[in-house]
């Protein structure tokens, strides 16, 4: 290929273009295909997914009770009087299994630590699993929103406590979470057309795609982090918050991709901006590597009143399919304080709009207005994700509840970590890891390893060669070898964005050893360019 051949691929979502990298690292027959460009995890949690077949057993069970003098095949709705001491006599049957044990804990756990009702909170599970009534609320089932409730205080507040009560919406993913959020804001007139929204980058690119979309039209406002002060935001990119046409600022935190968690200098000194000077502004932050993080604090505790939290079950618990999200949001918030300072004409309309759920429209939340918006107000009655995937998501987040030792935290996390040592140390690279590394991620930051390797003439080179794009083809038509571009994330630097949860040691030190013969090839086209002249 040409370099001309390259520019047609430069607008490209990073996740389009790793199709175009894909179909070309495959084509040689003769070699396997690495691909780290997206960051499904080859790991996952198989504890609750134990549960979750063992709790099928015994739901199947309890629905043959009720019509078990018809022919077999034919079931009805599950009994709530009782169930606990029937599932009691299911267990004792069932001693050895890993699923029926970590259900008895679940069970007792609820009671102790949630002061749950045994029984409700059983029969709750038994019929979502079963999927036999509608997602009852629409928003969440009660006793599954306790639970990741619970959950998420646990892994997003740290060591400090909870500030208030907070609700959360159960979504099909952190995709669909963060589609419902810029929906409900764009609906309720909390955002409009031509206002300035912040975005912290790099950062995730549908975060960058969609406020410049026609239904939103956006005037995107960078906060950039600091890659030279381990990928921090500066006092002064902060400041920028600081202009009252910037009505939101979103992040991921940590980081996606240089997968650094924000330090707590900077939480405190963007907690102080906010609360003193900038009361108004509305925060979204993904937090959906923070489990993955050592002493992990989200802005979602330092700054509750301010901040929509959304997480994802995906990464952690190795759960892409199972699209597990959720948006949480506390009951005291800045969303709710704006929609009752809208003018009157505003509210009239949105009176209209949710005249259907509501005699009192004025008084129905932010929250639950992402809920009938998910589902074009109309159809709110039947919102809601499935109530196997909730129960799934209840089951996840049991684990990491009961998982005192932190013993599955503990192998995910030494995992990547291990991995990216393994990365960098087969290109030659000698790596320091910081105090708020994450590594989920890793940014291979081609032109400042071409300096390390070769000296700064050719990385001025390098740099001037824009190489960025035609080296990932390169990489991908030589060694098979997918990674996405930096600059898909608004990373400056020419770089590459490499997932360290979806491929082996043994692969990743191939990565790193082809990235280098890349990198080599290159340096020797740079010698040769020099003497040409």
């Not at 979103?250 to 000077?277: E, G």
């Not at 930096?486 to 990235?515: C, H, K, P, Q, W």
């Amino acid at each position: 290929m040409t370099e001309r051949d390259f520019s047609q691929y430069a607008k490209l979502s990073p996740f389009e273009l790793k199709d175009q990298l894909m179909a070309i690292a495959s084509s040689n027959a003769q070699r396997l295909m690495l691909n780290a460009g997206r960051g499904n995890p080859n790991f996952m949690a198989t504890l609750p997914r134990w549960a979750f077949l063992s709790l099928g057993d015994f739901a199947l069970r309890e629905a043959e009770r009720s019509y078990s003098y018809l022919d077999s095949g034919f079931g009805g709705l599950p009994e709530h009087d009782g169930i606990v001491q029937r599932f009691d006599a299911y267990a004792n049957h069932h001693r050895e299994a890993d699923g029926v044990r970590f259900l008895r804990s679940a069970i007792s756990y609820v009671k102790d630590q949630l002061g749950l009702d045994r029984d409700a909170f059983l029969f709750e599970m038994v019929s979502a699993f079963l999927g036999c009534n509608y997602p009852t609320p629409p928003r969440m089932l009660l006793h599954t929103e306790e639970i990741v409730k619970a959950y998420l205080a646990q892994e997003m507040y740290g060591s400090l406590p909870r500030n208030g009560d907070f609700s959360v919406f159960a979504t099909e993913g952190g995709t669909a979470a963060m589609t419902y959020i810029f929906q409900t804001l764009r609906a309720n007139g909390l955002i409009e057309p031509g206002q300035k929204i912040a975005i912290g980058t790099p950062i995730f690119s549908p975060y960058l795609e969609i406020p410049v979309l026609r239904e939103y039209q956006l005037n995107v406002v960078d906060i950039r982090m600091d890659q030279h002060a381990d990928w921090q935001f500066p006092e002064s990119e902060l400041n920028k918050l600081l202009d009252p046409a910037i009505k939101i600022f979103c992040l991921v935190n940590p980081s996606n991709p240089p997968s650094t968690k924000m330090s707590d200098a900077v939480l405190d000194q963007l907690t102080a901006l906010v609360t003193s000077r900038r009361p108004d502004l509305f925060i979204v932050t993904d937090d959906v590597y923070g489990t993955f993080a050592d002493s992990f604090v989200s802005l979602f505790a330092k700054c509750p009143r301010n901040t929509l939290c959304v997480y994802s079950f995906s990464k952690f618990y190795g759960a892409t399919g199972w699209r597990l999200g959720a948006i949480a949001l506390h009951d005291d918030n800045a969303f709710d304080a704006a929609l009752a300072a809208l003018p009157e004409q505003q509210k009239k309309l949105l009176d209209a709009r949710y005249a259907s759920l509501t005699t009192t429209p004025r008084e129905l939340r932010f929250i639950d207005r992402l809920v009938a918006d998910s589902r074009a107000v109309a159809l709110n009655h039947t919102a809601g994700l499935s109530v196997p995937q909730q129960l799934q998501m209840a089951l996840f987040a049991l684990n990491g509840l009961m998982d005192r030792e932190h013993r599955y935290k503990d192998a995910a996390k030494e995992l990547i970590r291990r991995r990216y040592q393994t990365l960098y140390r087969n290109m030659g690279i000698a790596v320091v890891r910081e105090p708020n590394d994450v590594d989920y991620y890793s940014l291979i930051d081609l032109q400042e390893i071409a300096g390390a390797l070769y000296g700064p003439e050719f990385m001025a080179w390098f740099v001037k060669s824009d190489l960025g794009i035609s080296i990932l083809f390169r990489l991908a038509k030589e060694t098979g070898v997918v990674l996405l571009p930096g600059n898909g994330f608004e990373v400056v630097d020419t770089s590459a964005r490499v997932s360290l949860a979806n491929l082996t040691d043994n692969e990743y030190a191939a990565i790193g050893r082809f990235t280098r013969q890349v990198l080599d090839e290159c340096h020797r086209d740079f010698e040769s360019t020099t003497k040409a002249h």
